[in-house]
């Protein structure tokens, strides 16, 4: 079964209430058939983004989850409410998140069953750091962090995102060659539905290399999800590929 491409942006801590509109309605104006299409917004601005997205193709989703269902977590945000948003996705284990948060793999996985466990998809990242890769670490680290989710269930439904932390927002992007021999280690530990996005500084002009490795199933977008034309031109290089 042939697997349906997906394009998610991934907007961080971006946007103002008016510039997401504008940005969405030129990104509405230019949307391609064919790949799956999302953004992942700030929490504060998901109502307006599914107000604005109900009934168009693009689906939009959230940057992070509580691992926990409810309670005394001040700033914390369920996987019931952004079900209650119309979210679709939510990004686990981000490596800002990771690095940043210090959020473990024990972490990670526990949101990963909260947000299955709301219906939403989530959209696991996984990636292994300059100095990782440098000791020959990358197929070890991902494996490890991949396995502390699959442990703990199904992956049925879920995705998956190979984002070498070396290569996010550092406009230095993993080869085709370099992400596809990922991409294809990973695939190995899942079912053959299961997609495998890739993530890090993909741009209009790297995205169909990229894409057309037979192990890529479409792009986790940073920066460039925050620019129309940047954005649609990975889009359209996802239907083509
Ligand atoms: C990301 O934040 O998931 C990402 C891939 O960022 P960028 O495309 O900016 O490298």
């Keep these: 079964m042939a697997r349906t491409r997906l394009v998610a942006g991934n907007w961080k801590m971006h946007g103002t209430r008016a510039s997401n509109r504008a940005l969405l309605d ?9 790949p799956e299409c999302a953004v992942c917004v700030p929490f504060p601005y998901l109502g307006e983004v599914a107000k604005q997205l109900a009934g168009t193709p693009l689906r939009w989703g959230a940057q992070n ?6 309670g005394a977590f001040t700033g914390e945000v369920s996987a019931a409410m952004l079900a209650e948003f119309g979210c679709r996705y939510v990004i686990v284990g981000h490596s800002e998140r990771r690095h940043l948060y210090c959020e473990s793999d024990a972490q990670v996985a526990a949101k990963f069953t909260a947000a299955h466990g709301a219906g939403l998809v989530p959209i696991l990242c996984v990636g292994e750091t300059l100095a990782e890769r440098d000791a020959g670490l990358t197929e ?5 962090q ?8 199904a992956f049925s439904g879920a995705v998956l995102a190979y984002e070498p932390v070396w290569a996010i927002g550092t406009g230095r992007t993993a080869t085709p060659h370099q992400a596809q021999a990922v991409h294809a280690f990973l695939r190995k530990r899942l079912s053959r539905e299961v997609r495998i996005l890739y993530g890090g500084s993909v741009k209009a002009s790297n995205a169909a290399a990229l894409f057309a490795m037979p192990d890529i199933d479409g792009g986790l977008i940073g920066g460039a999800s925050l620019v129309a034309e940047e954005f649609l031109a990975i889009v359209q290089a996802a239907a083509k590929g």
Excluded: N, Q, T
């Design 26 to 34: 030129a990104i509405l104006k230019g949307l391609a058939k064919g």
């Design 65 to 70: 989850v509580s691992e926990h269902e409810r």
């Design 140 to 144: 070890e680290v991902v494996a490890r």
């Design 146 to 153: 991949l396995d502390a989710v699959l442990g703990k269930g």
